[in-house]
């Protein structure tokens, strides 16, 4: 389950409006206030609801690994087809390290 600062870091990178997100997870929007602000936890199906909006606006959370928890971007096809290119593209395995 994400966190409000998660939820917070999410609306941005989506660039969706506290009113637009309430909206989409069929919550209230004080519940995003509130909860992105730290001030009060939403019943889990709220954060939840959330959470699933979120991804749906492409948001991808990233759970504690170790290094602590996240949140980014889905790729676009485009960026994902190029990406794959770029990884097949051959040549000398070399550090990626530019001096």
């Given amino acids: 389950m994400i966190t409000g600062s998660q939820c917070r870091a999410a609306r941005a990178l989506t660039d969706l409006s506290p009113e637009r997100l309430a909206i989409s997870a069929g919550v209230g929007v004080e519940t995003v206030l509130r909860f992105e602000r730290k001030l009060d936890k ?36 485009s960026e994902a087809k190029r990406i794959d290119i770029l990884e097949n593209e051959g040549g000398i395995v070399a550090p990626d390290r530019v001096p």
């Avoid at 606006?57 to 790729?75: E, S």
């Fill in 42 to 77: 939403p019943a889990d199906d709220e954060v939840f609801a959330l959470q699933s909006a979120l991804e749906r606006a492409g948001a991808v959370f990233i759970p504690d690994n170790g290094a602590g928890i996240g949140v980014r971007l889905k790729f676009t096809g």
